[in-house]
């Protein structure tokens, strides 16, 4: 199992690659607003766009089921 990263380390890469929130959402077609509530506390992503956000973000283990 990959070891899960911090909200802040992620936070910390995203800035390192030069990449917004914003972009990362697009890149991942995902709703900008709830992957920055995952990013900042706000949700925990337990469910669907939420969940998928912080599992593709590697602060949550999890399965992102298709379909």
């Known amino acids: ?8 380390e992620v936070l ?3 800035d ?7 972009g990362w959402a697009r890149k991942h077609d995902l709703p900008r607003q709830i ?3 995952v990013l900042h506390g ?4 337990r ?4 969940h998928k ?3 593709l ?3 949550k283990d999890g399965v992102i089921l298709v379909g």
């Open 16 to 22: 390192r690659c030069g990449m917004t929130i914003s």
């Open 42 to 45: 706000r949700s925990k992503g």
């Open 12 to 14: 910390v890469e995203l």
């Open 53 to 55: 956000a912080a599992v």
């Open 57 to 59: 973000l590697g602060i």
């Open 35 to 37: 992957v920055h509530d």
């Open 1 to 8: 199992m990959k070891a899960l990263k911090t909200r802040e």
């Open 47 to 50: 469910h669907g766009a939420a």
